[in-house]
């Protein structure tokens, strides 16, 4: 099996960059920051600071401790995080936010892939037009607009200033509306799954729905516009080919030459980028998850940073890693259904 | 060799309106095919073949405009046998999309860029058969074919007596064939596919079928691609430049093949080159191009015998022969003109020996001097 070897060889390719992510940034966290400061406060006495010292293991020589560190990793302990107050185990913090701030990172790309893949098209195919014109000033305002601006703005116009009109507006941020639908017990973590197979709550979906809009297309706007000049430059490029000019002499319709033999051979770069964005949308969704209130990891992380729990910034991190990775891989087996030429190459 | 005309192009005039100025490609391009013929069209780079051939098919893309002349295709319907007047010139897309690949069809220079990479050759052929044919009947014998095969297979007599049920149901159908499905269709276009590749020589045809043009070699994608486009048995087949890019003997064995076609399918073929070897083996009319302008149009045998035009005979005297041992080879002297700026008059006239001040001021037209000769020059050679 050939498709296997590919599989196989991806993953083992994966092993040294994930190794390489979780090695630099154990590192570094200790360059940056005093490891002991997330055991101690201003109250710890001084006379406990050796004992926490040697509890921790803090004495031992650095590559000792770090050999610990991934024997830990490996038995699935990932070590224990105080940024939420009482001391709780990274994994389960993972957890309990991942699957926030991945549902809010999905939905997004959905907007941006479902929008700026046919964007895209129709600027490349009326090239110089009234559409094409549009488009480009709209994917040029994506790529240009700093995330936390364009949420603001957009929580200002779509939440403050409808509701002070009185007219229907878009929640200001959360998940859902805790008022009306009291706590949920999440199985998967996902709202949207959770809420129509295990609660039984179309009206919790709906609200879940309602309170995405916003956070998911502020969090995809970026990455719409990338997709979109994406889009538009392969797709200029690829009718210009010959084959193109072949598919139209066979006398196929300018529908079919473009979204059967154009459309697969421009989708191999936007592949690419949209792989690339992902990993992106991930680490990007700090800010969104700020403004909009979202319970997801971005918020997480960024306290974790600001208070040096080094044990829930290497979690954070590693998890990014292994969302880059997969995402890569799987950009690579689209590569292989789209190009015949890369397959299992 | 009948006298009736396939294809006459007509006073055909292409312009490129780019930034630097308006590019007149073709000024008043005259080209005539008879049934049967296979017509080399050649001429330096740059001198309008590719645009003609693009005109015909009306595949001049923007900045480019079919900006006057006419291009009357006289096709032969099918059943009726009576022909059909087309000014291709003036046809709607729509129209358009019908004859190009089924009617009139193109075979281009270059096998490794032509050829859709990211799909099968199989189903880059089978797409064409898809669109233009009516494939009913053949999914019908594809149909009991297939049955054939389980009934010589079947063994008890039970199964026999359905199979062939089924069989003459299918039969009674051959009259009158339903629409076939979509995907019986396809298989029926497949199966046709390989035919066309068993046509055109390709070795394995079966395996062939489910490859990607990567995976074959040059001469191999090429004869895919003359197999795409006599898929539909056109009645024009245009070779732009097609064993341009191929090596020589590669080259020769295509020539070979496209010659034994002709004969099979009658198709009539305009090959464009500009290799004078491969006109005087394949082609029994030669139509010389000069800067958008036709300059001379006759049989093969009389343009090597007595050339008429000036830039007829220059290129023939650049053509280096076997027998001769020379330092330097002849070439006509001067550049190809630029095109947005045309010369006046004969556009040769500045590189050509004979050109008097009438060159200059008129636009020779193309006229019949011998019969079955036609030259547009004020001075042809001995006449």
């Known amino acids: 099996m050939k498709l296997r070897d590919f599989v196989l060889r991806r993953i083992i390719l994966a092993i040294p960059v994930i190794f390489g992510v979780l090695t630099i940034t154990w590192f570094l966290s200790y360059v940056v920051g005093d490891p002991l400061a997330m055991y101690v406060t201003e109250r710890t006495p001084d006379a406990a600071i050796p004992g926490i010292i040697r509890a921790r293991g803090l004495d031992a020589p650095l590559v000792v401790q770090y050999f610990l560190y991934l024997t830990a990793l490996f038995q699935g302990d990932w070590g224990v995080s105080t940024t939420t107050g009482a001391d709780q185990p990274v994994l389960t913090v993972l957890a309990r936010l991942f699957p926030a701030t991945i549902e809010l990172s999905i939905v997004a790309m959905s907007i941006a892939i479902v929008l700026g893949i046919p964007l895209g098209i129709i600027s490349a195919t009326r090239k110089d037009k009234a559409a094409d014109h549009v488009t480009r000033v709209f994917a040029l305002i994506g790529v240009s607009m700093p995330i936390f601006w364009f949420g603001l703005m957009l929580k200002y116009v779509l939440f403050y200033q409808l509701s002070v009109w009185d007219l229907p507006h878009l929640p200001g941020g959360d998940r859902y509306n805790f008022r009306a639908f009291g706590s949920w017990q999440p199985t998967t973590g996902f709202l949207l799954i959770d809420s129509l197979l295990f609660e039984h709550n179309p009206a919790l979906f709906l609200d879940a729905v309602v309170h995405l809009i916003m956070p998911a297309f502020c969090l995809g706007y970026i990455t719409l516009a990338i997709i979109t000049r994406m889009m538009r430059s392969s797709m200029l490029e690829v009718i210009k080919e010959d084959y193109i000019t072949l598919a139209k002499s066979k006398g196929l319709s300018e529908r079919v030459v473009i979204y059967k033999h154009a459309l697969r051979n421009a989708l191999i770069p936007t592949v690419t980028v949209i792989g690339l964005a992902f990993g992106g949308l991930i680490t990007g969704a700090v800010l969104t998850e700020t403004i909009f209130n979202w319970p997801g990891l971005g918020r997480w992380a960024t306290n974790s940073i600001l208070n040096s729990d080094i044990a829930a910034i290497n979690g954070f991190t590693l998890l990014v890693a292994f969302i880059f990775v997969i995402a890569n891989f799987i950009v690579d087996m689209i590569y292989g259904v789209l190009d015949p030429r890369i397959r299992f190459g | ?383």
């Not at chain 2, 032969?76 to 999309?97: G, N, R, S």
């Not at chain 2, 539909?232 to 245009?238: A, E, V």
Request: glycine share 6%.
């Open chain 2, 1 to 383: 060799m009948s006298d009736e005309l396939v294809l006459h192009v007509k006073d055909l005039y292409v312009n490129f309106y780019t930034y630097e100025g308006i590019v007149k490609a073709l000024d008043g391009v005259e080209m005539f095919l008879r049934r049967g013929d296979t017509m080399g069209v050649v001429g330096e780079t740059g001198c309008g073949k590719s645009v003609t051939a693009k005109s015909i098919l009306r595949l001049i893309e923007a900045p480019g405009r079919l900006d006057d002349g006419q291009i009357l295709f006289f096709d032969q319907d099918f059943e009726t046998k009576e022909t059909i007047e087309l000014d291709l010139a003036k046809l709607e897309l729509e129209e358009m999309l019908e004859i190009r690949g089924n009617r009139i069809s193109i075979v281009f220079q270059d096998p490794a860029t032509y050829p859709n990479p990211v799909f099968r050759i199989g189903d880059q052929i089978a797409e064409v058969i898809e669109l233009h044919q009516n494939l009913a009947m053949d999914v019908l014998y594809m149909k009991i074919a297939k049955l054939e095969l389980t009934l010589s297979e079947a063994t008890s007599d039970e199964n026999r007596a359905e199979i062939e049920g089924k069989i003459s149901y299918y039969r009674q159908q051959l009259d009158d064939p339903p629409e076939p499905d979509k995907k019986s269709m396809r298989e029926a276009a497949k199966l046709k596919a390989i035919e066309m590749l068993r046509l055109v020589r390709m070795p394995a045809p079966e395996q062939v079928v489910n490859q990607y043009p990567h995976e074959l070699s040059g001469g191999m994608r090429q004869r895919a691609l003359i197999a795409m486009s006599l898929a539909c048995n056109p009645s024009i087949l245009i070779c732009d430049e097609a064993t341009t890019a191929l090596d020589v003997t590669v080259q020769a064995q295509v020539l070979l093949l496209l010659n034994q076609l002709k004969a099979e399918i009658g198709t009539s073929i305009i090959v464009i080159t500009h290799d004078m070897g491969v006109v005087a083996e394949t082609c029994n009319w030669v139509n010389v191009m000069y800067a958008g302008t036709t300059v001379e149009s006759c049989a093969t045998e009389e343009i090597f015998a007595k050339p008429l035009h000036p830039y007829t005979a220059g290129l023939l005297i650049a053509v280096p022969k076997l027998h001769e041992v020379k330092d330097r080879l002849p070439q006509i002297r001067g550049t190809v003109p630029n095109l947005i700026t045309p010369p006046t008059g004969c556009r040769f006239h500045p590189r050509c020996d004979y050109a008097t001040s009438v060159c200059k001021e008129k636009k020779p037209l193309l006229e019949e001097l011998e019969p079955g000769h036609w030259v547009a020059c004020h001075h042809p050679l001995r006449s």
